[in-house]
């Protein structure tokens, strides 16, 4: 089994690559059968949020991995080989418990990412492309998490993405309690958007979303309005505040549906955040005068003002993982020998049924019982030692030492002086 890990992520690559490599809900379990019935990996596992698309695969040509998420792509390795890192066997262990536990986040310590990994995991589950070496990789993973949340400060004066658009609201705005604000979408990333922004109590707050029942759940939480996406160009122009993160492959808000609303609020400031990726407003909108628009990455100068309060706790986070990660390679390693333990002990099972009908045949014949234990062990004896001792009267100059070492340490041998 040879485990492998590759990706890209918020340091390694721009926000336009990320969104080029994003895999939506619908995406994912299509991709993880075409990875596997291609033959790029035996198991595979798609981390696919905001910061970062990662595979975790068991493999035994990575090279045809990577060419596999390029190709998927629809683009050229040597196109994605700039941003991409690879991480195999040990690195990847240690990659995966050091994301689950948010030390590799654009947030230090930040708890969705677990979540997020956990579902990704629940996918591959349902594609049936998690094998026994990922589940046991992952069900470790989130056993070190847990260790790393629960034994440090890590997530101590933790500012989150949610409270980093709030107070980029707020140099825009006097007092959010004068705004309306509109949310988009319903998502895990919008509901801690809303509650933070909630929070402040808005004039007004308008959830929109594909799906009109999952806005009405998370309004009436908020004492918000529901709409549904088509009321956005009719509605964009009421609301001051804009936080927007849905799966959609295509924008949402483009440049003339905000030209429009700006045009309606006689170009008073319109904020908005746009935390999807792919993104949900076009580019250009950012051209807007009157517009400021904040991507997933324009929010990781806000979400480091609590980065030195938690650093400390980094230290101990990485003495948990790396032992975590030192047990988990060495139950790897040992899994490697299984095959041969096996043949072992099939060898030595042929050789104990022979010597155990040839022993019964004997006592059939009425032959005196302790001479047949006797012949037994014996002949037990012989062919359990036959190998070893033609090996060792075979075994070249240059490589006796060696093998008279193995031999001491398997039988446990004491050499007479």
Excluded at 20 to 38: G, I, T
Excluded at 332 to 339: C, I, K, L, N, T
Aim: hydrophobic share 45%; glycine share 4%; with cysteine.
């Amino acid at each position: 089994m040879q485990l492998f890990a590759f990706g890209i992520n918020h340091q390694t690559a721009p926000l336009p690559v990320r969104e080029r490599f994003a895999f939506s809900v619908d995406a994912m379990e299509p991709a993880l059968h075409n990875l596997v019935e291609h033959g790029a990996a035996k198991e595979a596992t798609i981390l696919s949020t905001c910061n970062r698309t990662e595979v975790y695969c068991n493999t035994r040509e990575p090279a045809q991995a990577i060419n596999w998420l390029a190709g998927y792509r629809q683009m050229e390795p040597r196109e994605i080989e700039p941003y991409l890192y690879t991480l195999p066997h040990a690195q990847a262990v240690k990659h995966a418990f050091r994301v689950a536990s948010g030390l590799d986040s654009m947030v230090l310590g930040e708890p969705q990412i677990l979540g997020q990994m956990k579902q990704a995991v629940r996918y591959a589950e349902q594609a049936g492309t998690l094998g026994f070496l990922l589940h046991k990789l992952f069900q470790r993973t989130f056993s070190v998490a847990k260790d790393v949340r629960t034994q440090t400060e890590i997530g101590a004066n933790l500012v989150s993405m949610a409270a980093a658009a709030v107070k980029l609201a707020e140099r825009i705005f006097p007092s959010i309690a004068e705004q309306r604000v509109l949310f988009i979408g319903a998502g895990e990333m919008i509901e801690l958007n809303a509650v933070h922004f909630a929070a402040r109590s808005p004039r007004h707050i308008t959830v929109a979303n594909r799906t009109l029942e999952r806005a009405q759940i998370l309004a009436r939480r908020i004492n918000g309005h529901a709409i549904t996406l088509n009321e956005l160009p009719e509605q964009l122009a009421q609301h001051d505040i804009i936080v927007t993160c849905t799966a959609s492959p295509l924008p949402i808000l483009g440049k003339g549906m905000v030209e429009r609303a700006l045009k309606v609020r006689k170009y008073r400031p319109l904020f908005i955040v746009d935390l999807a990726v792919p993104r949900d407003v076009e580019e250009e909108v950012a051209e807007l005068n009157d517009v400021f628009l904040y991507t997933v990455d324009d929010l990781a100068e806000v979400v480091r003002d609590g980065l030195d309060a938690r650093q400390g706790a980094v230290e101990a986070a990485e003495v948990i993982i790396d032992s975590g990660v030192e047990n988990f390679v060495h139950w790897m390693e040992s899994r490697e020998v299984v095959p041969t333990i096996l043949a072992l002990r099939n060898h030595a099972e042929r050789h104990r049924r022979h010597e155990i009908e040839k022993a019964l045949r004997l006592l059939a014949k009425g032959d005196d019982a302790g001479n047949v234990l006797e012949s037994l062990s014996n002949g037990l004896t012989n062919k359990f030692l036959h190998a070893p001792t033609h090996a060792l009267n075979n075994v070249q100059a240059d490589e006796r030492e060696a093998f008279l070492d193995i031999m001491h340490r398997i039988y446990n041998l004491h050499t007479p002086e």
